[in-house]
């Protein structure tokens, strides 16, 4: 059977990159309608009809979406090049597999997570030849990484196949931007990774219709990520911190001085750091970060910061919960305690949500200002933390709550300190004796 293709120039370059000798992970897409789904479901068609005993598989978040879209895709891809079900390949629908009459085939898996399954041990005995995800942006970092130790293992040498993992999706604020979108656009991007950008211009068979849809998208987020390929943007409904105010928070020189006081939160001896904040009202005028340190270390560090700007102890706040109370102990200051009730009987789930809430408000009303000269990772840390302030349970009636730092650091790799730090600030316009004019209701 001959096979002829006629892939566009972006689909030409994911092509190449597959058949590159050392590239292990290819990413294509980055936009709507730039034939990434065409591409994933063509390259693994040719793969089966080109390798007998040949063994892959097709993943998505859900099956149901899988069958629904992609595989519709796949199809279409196979009715282009005259491929018959029942003929050249059969569907099983009920053990969610094609397979083609050479005896190669493609597993369609569901990678949704479970958290009776948090490492997806489901996968571990499976071995393939390669594999591909669509729609990353939806899919479980965890996923993707146990997947990328599955194949590789099934006739790789006896067909001279390399074991390369294919992947698509839209632009999307999680480990897809991290693992990269970002590097990509830093030129740090790892050899054996690929990366093709591919939007709906891209695609002269869809191009004009896309084009005409996407336009009429009201969404501002949206229509960055789906038409422009824009992957600052997140149309995530629970956020609480637009993007641009998120920037906005290093340039806004128009915030006034205020109260002086300093926030700290304090980490263990571990991967997580040690973030203190000194404060001129909402103005973030010096910061020191700490990794791996003692809680003397850091409680020297406070009183010098407290004794360079004149702030009294009953000014500092520390994080109380773990490490972060032998420094309350040591300096006599203020603790905050995260799970402890919100003050004032306002309407939240604990002290931390609150301090939250009132803090994204803030920023997305220009009320804050950082001041200090970070350093670019730090800033890049801040930006990715903030946009991670989301509502829990959106549709709750109940009380309003963030997502737990548990979540953020799955989506992140790492603990939020910085949002943390900076949302303690709002503590001291909570108290009865701070003015009311600097208060958020």
Known sequence: MKIILR???????????????????????GGAGGGKTWWICESKMINCVRY???????????????????????????????????????FNGQKNYIEFRNSSRIDLIELKYYPSDPLYERFGSLEFTDGAIDEAGEVNYMAFDVLKSR?????NKELKVRGTISITGNPK??????????????GTLPSNIAFIQSLYMD???????????????????????????????????????????????????FVP?????????????????????TWDGFQLIETVSLEKNLVTQAASEIKILANTYSIP?????????????GVKDILHCKGFINNS????????????????????????????????????QDKDYIIEECEQIKKKDIDSDGRQGIIPKAKVKELIGRSPDWSDVLSMREWFELQPEAPKGNRVL
């Open 7 to 29: 892939p566009e120039p972006k689909q030409h370059k994911a092509y190449e990159a597959l058949n590159n000798d050392l590239i292990d992970v290819v990413y294509f897409g």
């Open 52 to 90: 007998p005993g040949y063994k892959t598989f097709l993943g998505r978040e859900e099956l149901k979406r899988l069958s629904e879209s992609t595989l519709l895709t796949f199809f279409k891809v196979c009715q282009h090049h005259k491929l018959i079900n029942g003929v050249h390949y059969k």
């Open 151 to 155: 194949i590789g293992r099934h006739m």
């Open 173 to 186: 604020k999680n480990w897809t931007y991290k693992y990269f979108y970002k590097p990509f656009k830093a």
């Open 203 to 253: 695609n002269q068979y869809t191009g004009k219709d896309y084009e005409r849809q996407l336009s009429q998208i009201t969404d501002k987020s949206t229509k960055e990520r789906l038409m422009y390929g824009n992957w600052e943007y997140d149309d995530d409904p629970a956020k609480l911190i637009e993007y641009d105010s998120i920037l906005d928070m290093f340039t806004n020189s």
């Open 257 to 277: 001085n205020g109260r002086k006081c300093i926030t700290a939160d304090i980490a263990r001896q571990g991967k997580d750091f040690t973030r203190i904040v």
């Open 313 to 325: 102890m009953s000014q500092v706040l520390v994080d109380e919960d773990g490490v972060g109370g």
């Open 341 to 376: 009730r919100a003050l004032n009987n306002e309407n939240y789930d604990n002290l931390k949500s609150q301090c939250y809430f009132k803090f994204a408000k803030r920023v997305n009303d220009s009320g804050v200002w950082i001041r200090d000269e970070l350093s670019e």
